[in-house]
């Protein structure tokens, strides 16, 4: 079945510093692919979406590249700021039927971010 | 748009009682998912809905969880009798196309 698999944290930066999370996943057919971003206290938000291949999703400074060769959604963001201390998730849509689709999730990277 | 309303958004009970947790979706969204999530397990997938009927309920962990959707603007999971196993934070997430839209969660503690 689908799935998605990413790296594991906590990772620490410090603020300033460049970030990657690395995400791999195996699907069937063209699935569409997100980051979501967990806030401490708070449910769960979407960061950015691709929707195919070579799409680039980007939102708050946060890049991600479908890249259908290598399986991945890796996450990146040049400079990171102490207020991007949260969990990230990422994300492949499973479609079921053509009137319902739900999404599997990744286990989550904790980003802290020091001052 | 108010998002996903959730309540309560924090619960405390005795291990054996009745624990009833609520969700409102946003308005046109034809889909409804109800999450748990713990530190052990990360999040899991209980139950999804679509246009009210449930689509895949295997992630419900026991008999002792069920999930109604009466209409297409409320949701309901049922704990009975809980456990102090069932302590989480529960979340629902509603979608019109595949965007999911999560409510602020409910923190669940069985004691």
């Known amino acids: 079945g689908n799935s998605v698999t990413q790296m594991e944290g906590p990772v620490t930066l410090s603020e300033e510093a460049f970030l990657t999370i690395n995400c791999t996943y195996t699907a069937t057919g063209y699935p569409s692919l997100f980051w979501y971003v967990q806030y401490p206290g708070e449910g769960l938000q979407l960061l950015l979406k691709?929707?195919?291949?070579?799409d680039k999703g980007s939102n708050k400074g946060f890049e991600a590249t479908y890249r259908k060769e290598t399986t991945s959604f890796h996450l990146e963001k040049g400079s990171v700021q102490v207020s991007d201390s949260a969990v990230y998730f990422c994300?492949?849509?499973?479609?079921?039927?053509?009137?319902?689709?739900?999404?599997?999730f990744g286990s989550g990277t904790r980003l802290s971010i020091r001052p | 748009d108010a998002g996903v309303i959730q309540s309560p958004r924090h619960e405390v009970t005795e291990m054996g009682q009745e624990v009833t947790l609520r969700c409102k979706p946003i308005?046109?969204?034809?889909?409804l998912f109800w999450y748990r999530q713990t530190m052990m397990r990360g999040l899991e997938l209980l139950i999804y809905f679509n246009n009210n009927v449930p689509i895949d309920d295997s992630g419900m962990p026991e008999d002792r969880f069920s999930a109604k959707m009466p209409n297409a603007s409320f949701s309901t999971l049922k704990i009975q009798p809980s456990e102090p196993r069932d302590s989480a934070v529960y979340f629902c997430?509603?979608?019109?196309?595949?965007?999911?839209?999560f409510g602020p969660g409910t923190r669940l503690t069985v004691t």
């Open positions: 308005s046109g969204h034809n889909s």
């Open positions: 997430a509603s979608t019109r196309s595949y965007e999911q839209y």
């Open positions: 994300a492949l849509s499973d479609q079921v039927r053509s009137s319902a689709s739900k999404i599997i």
């Open positions: 691709a929707t195919k291949a070579d």
